[in-house]
């Protein structure tokens, strides 16, 4: 017979297999089980799990836990305990080289519970790839209909049947479904897809769903993102179909390999996921519903200000006051833009363990601080853990990214002033022309509307049109013949500019290499080398290469082979693993007048292969006068 652990507060009642630490029924507000009870495998309803790999090695699945159960903490305010699994380094064979705690909070008084897990690489591991680890929410799929992840993203959402081959068609994508026949007639012809429900970590924060009779909201709500790899611009998955409610603490996705946690042979380790707060809420009034969402929101803010928590066992979660904080202040300094120092106004500045420029973005082994500056540039992280980190930073507006010189040490109780910090962003000369807006995403440019054969409903007017399905075809829609050709000064980069560099389709339904083609006038080319900035916002097996004014071999100025793994293109994103290249490009290919660019997406066969394009930017040699 199983063993099981009950916890009650007289509010939330939590059922948890043991020793493994699973899940397996949450009652309140009158349903005896908001988990998908439906299920035998009890296992599969509330679970922490691991992707990982041998080095170069394949995937590997794995349900985390424990093998050994106690009580951490005990009183009359709260009970905390333990499902512990160690890690014997001499084992043989497949198992995760990890030992993992997890970790359930129930509190006197509270509408919910807290959940979090100690990693930890004892000395003498073998060495391994981890690539994402969740803990995973599987709901009532006969109550739970409505989904929540933002103010504007909220809708009534399929059933799991739908998805079957009888009542929904898979699409080129294999997460994406089309709706022929679902049970809920209007969402006949909708597509869904996990992906397209995707939140930057900076954008989330809380998401979940509402049931119906009784009417309850299951939250789950992130206090603070530090545990968290990839810092603020990383996309995770929130809710989709099932009905499921996530809590993604380290993943790949719309980055790739690049963000795998690789740990070397006896490497040792340890890191506190968490904790998160799951919330729950109720109301009797059918009509009120949408107020659970507005009461999970606000109670998010109330978890932001408590953390970190003074309530949680573990040594190694860290209270206020054994943590730190820095200040200081970021200004711009270019001065093909102003003479003087430009305020880094509502720049992202953060503290990670990276130590190279831009490298937070695939850093997943430490923990990661950011915030955003004021109006006049200044800024404080506070409740920092102890450590040395890199100083990085972006600004809205300018290319690159920021990294201090001097690394920051944070100390228990401490509080460090860096005083101004100055960014200088990539520059030799003055712009002779530019087209988009540096903000790390290919927003801005022109999204397409969806195809009527793949609408999802929730998009159709919403600022994240590109959040539909198929857009990349659509390219083929709007240049069938010939590729696209923007002419600086002329052309509108939010109607004539494709969000995507994509493959094009032909009639035989072969994908072919494009190229897009910049026209500019340059009424006086100095001699010297002039500097194209191409800041790429994503990229997915992609092959780039630049020409200027001819496509022969000798005019080529750039080439980069296999570019990305982001996958952003067929996931619905607008952004993904930011790069920036600098290309010189010599005056003597350059003509007095009329000149064109080629920039050539040259993998073909691939009908969601691309790139995003987030800025681009000719300048001239540092002695030429501005382009006007």
């Avoid at 519970?113 to 009532?140: H, N, V, W």
């Avoid at 946690?261 to 998160?276: L, S």
């Avoid at 190229?515 to 080319?525: E, G, R």
């Amino acid at each position: 017979m199983l063993q099981k652990v009950v916890l009650d507060n007289g509010i939330v009642k939590l059922t948890i297999m043991k020793p493994q630490g699973y899940l397996t029924s949450i009652t309140y507000g009158g349903m005896d089980n908001i988990l998908d009870s439906k299920s035998i495998d009890e296992s599969s309803r509330g679970y922490w799990d691991a992707n990982w790999s041998w080095p170069g090695g394949q995937d590997r699945y794995q349900l985390l836990k424990g093998a050994e159960y106690s009580v951490v903490n005990r009183s009359n305010d709260l009970i905390e305990v333990s499902f512990r699994n160690a890690y014997d380094p001499p084992t043989k064979g497949s198992k995760l080289p990890l030992s993992v705690d997890i970790r359930y909070i129930l509190r006197s008084g509270v509408s919910g519970f807290y959940c979090y897990a100690i990693y930890e690489r004892p000395s003498g591991c073998r060495e391994f790839d981890l690539a994402q680890t969740r803990m995973a929410f599987k709901l009532r799929s006969e109550k739970f209909h409505y989904m929540a992840i933002s103010d504007e993203k909220q809708r009534v959402m399929p059933v799991p049947q739908d998805l079957l081959p009888d009542r929904g068609k898979q699409l080129i994508v294999p997460e994406s479904v089309l709706l022929v026949n679902p049970i809920n007639p209007d969402l006949k012809g909708e597509v869904d897809d996990k992906y397209q429900y995707s939140m930057d970590n900076r954008d989330g924060g809380v998401h979940g769903w509402i049931s119906s009779k009784p009417v309850i909201g299951f939250w789950v709500i992130f206090p603070s993102h530090e545990f968290q790899n990839g810092g603020p611009t990383k996309q995770n998955l929130t809710a989709h179909t099932g009905p499921t409610c996530l809590a993604m603490l380290h993943g790949t996705h719309y980055i790739g390999e690049d963000i795998l946690a690789h740990f070397g042979e006896g490497e040792t380790w340890r890191k506190v996921f968490g904790p998160f707060f799951v919330y729950l809420n109720s109301t009797a009034d059918v009509s009120d519903a949408h107020s659970l969402w507005l009461d999970a929101k606000n109670q998010r803010l109330l978890e932001e200000e408590a953390w970190p928590y003074d309530f949680v066992s573990s040594p190694y979660y860290l209270s206020a006051k054994e943590r730190g904080s820095v200040s200081g202040r970021l200004l711009v300094q270019d001065r093909y833009v102003s003479d003087s120092l430009i305020p880094a106004k509502y720049a992202y500045v953060g503290l990670s363990a990276a130590t190279k420029e831009g490298a937070w973005q695939t850093e997943s082994k430490g923990y990661q601080f950011w915030v955003q500056t004021d109006s006049t540039g200044n800024f404080t992280i506070k409740n920092v853990i102890p450590g040395v980190y890199g100083l990085h930073g972006w600004v809205p507006g300018f290319i690159g990214d920021y990294l201090d010189k001097a690394h920051v040490t944070i100390s228990s109780g401490s509080h460090t002033e860096v005083g101004n910090l100055t960014y200088a962003p990539p520059r030799d000369g003055p712009t002779m022309w530019d087209i988009g807006f540096p903000d790390r995403t290919a927003n801005g440019y022109y999204v397409p509307d969806v195809n009527p054969m793949y609408v999802n409903k929730l998009f159709v007017n919403s600022p994240e049109k590109f959040r539909q399905y198929g857009l990349w075809d659509r390219y083929s829609d709007v240049d069938p013949e010939v590729d696209q050709v923007f002419t600086v000064g002329i052309s509108d980069p939010k109607k004539d500019w494709f969000f995507a560099h994509v493959d094009r389709r032909e009639k035989d339904n072969k994908y072919i290499p494009t190229t897009w083609t910049i026209k500019c006038n340059l009424k006086s080319v100095t001699r010297g080398t002039y500097k194209l900035r191409l800041a790429i916002a994503s990229a997915t097996r992609s092959d780039l290469k630049v020409h200027v004014n001819d496509m022969d071999e000798a005019r080529m100025v750039f080439q980069v082979m296999n570019l990305g793994a982001d996958n952003t293109v067929c996931r619905h994103g607008i952004h993904g693993l930011y790069r920036l290249f600098s290309i010189d490009i010599s005056s003597s290919l350059l003509v007095n007048g009329d000149n064109s660019l080629f920039l050539t997406q040259a993998r073909g066969g691939d009908a969601l292969c691309g790139i995003l394009y987030d800025y681009l930017r000719l300048e001239g040699p540092a002695t030429s006068e501005v382009y006007d």
